[in-house]
Every structure is written in C-alpha cells, then in structure tokens.
C-alpha cells in the first residue's frame, strides 16, 4: 500500500520556500518511527532540502524527476509516475513524503494517509490536498491534542473509500 504522510496547517499548508513549515520534535521522530525500513518517495526538491541533500538513512529512496540527468547516490530515480509505481510494487510499505507536486500527483494512488494535523496557519506557498473536503477520503482516526511550544497539533489517519 502507499501512504501518504505529512504535517500541514490549518489550511494544508506543508511549507515555505522549500522548507518545512513547522519543527516539532514529537512529529519528527513519529516520522522517522513510521517512514523507518520502509520506502519512501519524494521529488528532487525534496531531496535537496534535506540536510546536506542526502536521502533518508534506513530506506529506500525513490525520487521523482523530470530531470533526465538527475542522480543521488542512495536513490533510485524515475522520471515518471509509472516508473515510481512499477518500482513501488516491490516494496511492502511506501510512504510519499513530499514535495506539494509529488503528493499531488501520487495521491490518486495513496489508500492511506497519514497527517500530522496542526492548529496553526503560518505562511505558505506549497500545499497539501484537503482530504476534509476531499469526498473520496475519510477521517478514520484521530490521536489526542499534543502542544509543542503552544502549537497544538494530532495524528490523523485519513482512508480512501
């Protein structure tokens, strides 16, 4: 199955000038838990805005570029959703984890998604789909209200019907 995961706002807002819009260390590590031995799919940008632009420790790495010339060393790189998908089967759990673009073009393949949703609604210029007004998906699970330095945020499971 593939999953989505990612942190938005309040108006599914995921990030600001290819950076993440919130830090929380909870989520970080529930990230990390979640996304750990298993594979993960991101764009190139996404990669890039990784510490020193290196993939994941302890995944597969998929990347999705239109860039034909585009290589990392611990990636595999496709240039085209069918490529992502037939390099998908092979794995048991695959997670997209961003940018805006990837999860916008990999969701009609997601079953699952897993938002870290927080309440609060900094500046954005990069989004994630509104699953809540999406009829397609549902809100499966919701975890209790945690608070970061006054951000309140919950872990949210969202299932395509």
């Not at 632009?53 to 290589?71: A, Y």
């Amino acid at each position: 199955m593939i999953t989505a995961i990612a942190a938005v706002s309040q108006n599914w807002g995921i990030g600001k000038d290819n950076d993440l819009l919130f830090n929380i260390p909870e989520d970080k590590k529930f990230f990390r838990r979640t996304t750990l031995n298993h594979t993960v799919i991101m764009g190139r940008k996404t990669l890039e805005s990784l510490p020193n632009g290196k993939p994941f420790k302890d995944r597969n790495n998929i990347v999705l570029s239109r860039n034909k010339s585009f290589s990392c060393e611990g990636t595999e790189v496709c240039g085209n959703v069918e490529e992502v998908l037939k390099l998908a089967e092979k794995y048991e759990e695959v997670f997209v984890v961003g940018g805006g673009q990837i999860y916008e073009t990999m969701l009609p393949y997601c079953g699952k998604a897993i938002i870290t949703n927080v309440n609060a609604s900094p500046e954005a210029d990069v989004f994630f789909p509104n699953l809540d007004k999406d009829e397609s998906w549902e809100l499966t699970e919701r975890s209790e209200e945690y608070d970061f330095e006054g951000l309140k945020y919950s872990f949210c499971t969202y299932v395509k019907k």
